[in-house]
T-cell receptor, first 113, second 112 residues
């Protein structure tokens, strides 16, 4: 079984709709991250959390919110989706002792029409 | 402003030859560097890393070189294999931030 899972894997939604992307991990890591990947731009950090009570904005948090429901679960919400949020979204986790070696989920391809 | 740059979007190498992927950075506070590998429809996976106190780190066929004065690092794969065909991301971090800054990626194709 995969250590980091993301649901859904693909989603098409309309402008203005609210959408939630979910991430679960079985690695027992405290740290969790949300990234988006756009062609030519690499991966950019949206939000990150170092434990259940700790949530931090990344470099591109505008238009997004997150919820850390448990150590193993970290959700990303788009309150009112817009077309330029069309991207590939990745969740990742890492341990406190090896913070830079991140384990990524398989990604969610989101299209906003 | 892109702090971590991979100026070659793609690279094509014959099987058995050496692949050299390059990465430049601008932030002199970066003190830890990593390479991630990504196959289609999968998330990136950690490949190899190097601390700024070193100039070389080797793991099997993969070697990362760091030139701090030039703010440049490179990943050498030798010998290259068809299974190495993937997108490679360079990433960097400043120790006081615990966050990774990724480059834009280089697509490596290894042909027979």
């Amino acid at each position: 079984d995969a250590d980091v899972t993301q649901t859904p894997r693909n989603r098409i939604t309309k402008t203005g709709k609210r959408i939630m992307l979910e991430c679960s991990q079985t690695k027992g890591h405290d740290r969790m991250y949300w990234y988006r990947q756009d062609p030519g731009l690499g991966l950019r950090l949206i939000y990150y959390s170092f434990d259940v009570k700790d949530i931090n904005k990344g470099e591109i948090s505008d238009g997004y919110s997150v919820s850390r429901q448990a150590q193993a679960k970290f959700s990303l919400s788009l309150e009112s989706a817009i077309p330029n949020q069309t991207a590939l979204y990745f969740c990742a986790t890492s341990s406190d002792s090896s913070a830079y070696e991140q384990y990524f989920g398989p990604g969610t391809r989101l299209t906003v029409t | 402003d892109q702090q971590v740059k991979q100026n070659s979007p793609s690279l094509s190498v014959q099987e058995g030859r050496i692949s050299i992927l390059n990465c430049d950075y601008t932030n002199s506070m970066f003190d830890y560097f990593l390479w991630y590998k990504k196959y289609p429809a999968e998330g990136p996976t950690f490949l190899i890393s190097i601390s700024s106190i070193k100039d070389k780190n080797e793991d099997g066929r993969f070697t990362v070189f760091l030139n701090k004065s030039a703010k440049h690092l490179s990943l050498h794969i030798v010998p290259s294999q068809p299974g190495d065909s993937a997108v490679y991301f360079c990433a960097a971090s400043a120790g006081n931030t615990d966050k990774l800054i990724f480059g834009t990626g280089t697509r490596l194709q290894v042909f027979p």
